[in-house]
């Protein structure tokens, strides 16, 4: 699933007629990048919840060809992170009605991907899936060091245990930025409020229960929530000799 029902307040002016997804760095859409990144897993179902300018991202989703779109309409009630997902449990349903563990990821995450032993991309998706653990996670998230976070004006999210289980402190210091990008269980969703409410209230629970985890990125994750954030982008990704 991609969240992508936010109002792009802190983009304007750069969302005043688009939404924040269809932001370019570079000349490619925010969401684009990103959906660029599961195609290469292999995954082919995406669900997308819409808010502001909702059928504009709507339309642009459905030239691509190389995914399975599905739509959460929030344009009525705008759920937030937590709310958005459990809306559209049913459509993240796996086969035989079984609720399989899912990804979720913002459409504004703006990741390289690090590389591995042989020299080939590593996936940060597909690392994600291959230290997923059902018997032991409720949610796996992806973490960046603080000092490594690109235009990351906050104070860290997160300590990392040795085990591998996270700590939030709130307000921080802390090591480690949430990028955004996860792996949840619908159970993590049982007993969860009704409405509009955060993601972060459901790791919370799943911490005291030692069944919140995380993974750390092995490469370049930008904090791109402003326009000073796209232009930052933009000049890493020259730097850098990245498309």
Known sequence: MVLAAGKGTRMRPLTNRRPKPLVQVAGRSLIDRALDRVQETGLQKVIVNLHYRGEML?????????LNFHYSDERKLLLETGGGVKKALNKLTGKAGRPNPFVVLNSDALWLDGFGKA???????????DAWDGRRMDALL????????LGHSGAGDYRLQRDGRLARVPGGPAPYVFTGIQILHPRLFEQSPRGAFSLVRLYDRAEKTGRLFGLKHSGVWMDVGTPEGVTMAEEEL???GRP
């Open 142 to 149: 992806l973490l960046q060091p603080l000092a490594k976070a």
């Open 238 to 240: 020259k730097t850098l």
């Open 58 to 66: 709507r339309r642009h989703l459905d030239k691509r060809t190389d």
């Open 119 to 129: 020299g080939a991309a590593d996936n940060a998706l597909s690392r994600l899936a």
